[in-house]
């Protein structure tokens, strides 16, 4: 089983519409968690951190339930420019960050 | 532009071969890391770097990867005897420990492509 596994995708959705995303991760011990967004050919950039009480950026929303080790991320009123692919990333502590495989989105116009 | 800088960031190279990647972190980033990626898939760690010190190494990064920090600034990446299965990106981090936000700033890779 991966430490962090995410639906691939990918999500074709139309421009203003909301989507969700979501994560899993295997170690209880986890102590950190972010999402990362990465164009293509591009470099992973970080998108936001993750909370327990949930958290909001503009048009994302991160949450994180730590009982069910299930991290989601909600983009509301999609734009062109969010087509990227969505990592669900996980810190075991210290130097230890564990990405999943991405999520792969796709806005059209 | 002080962001981290990765060189070369194209590398087609024959099998068996020796490769050298550089990385020069933010500046005052003490943590430094080396990730592959493939398509489809998302960064793996290799290895970590605090200041000179090389901490840990993945189970990925065979006798044939070596990485080094010399004087804990720039760190080098080398594979001997490329194989056509170490084709990836090989991304480079860096981070400041004591701002402990968990963010990792990247470079913008080292594709190496093994023929």
Known sequence: RKEVEQDPGPFNVPEGATVAFNCTYSNSASQSFFWYRQDCRKEP?????????????????????????YISLLIRDSKLSDSATYLCVVNLGGFKTIFGAGTRLFVKA | ???????????????????????????????????????????????????EAQLEKSRLLSDRFSAERPKG??????????????????????????????ELFFGEGSRLTVL
């Open chain 2, 73 to 102: 600034s720039f760190s080098t990446l080398e594979i001997q005897r490329t194989e056509q299965g170490d084709s990836a990106m090989y991304l480079c981090a860096s981070s400041l420990e004591i701002a402990n936000t968990g």
């Open chain 1, 45 to 69: 950039k970080l998108l936001m951190s993750v909370y327990s009480s949930g958290n909001e950026d503009g048009r994302f929303t991160a949450q994180l339930n730590r009982a069910s080790q």
């Open chain 2, 1 to 51: 532009d002080t962001g981290v800088s990765q060189d070369p960031r194209h590398k087609i190279t024959k099998r068996g071969q020796n490769v050298t990647f550089r990385c020069d972190p933010i500046s005052e980033h003490n943590r430094l890391y080396w990730y592959r990626q493939t398509l489809g898939q998302g960064p793996e760690f290799l290895t970590y770097f605090q200041n």
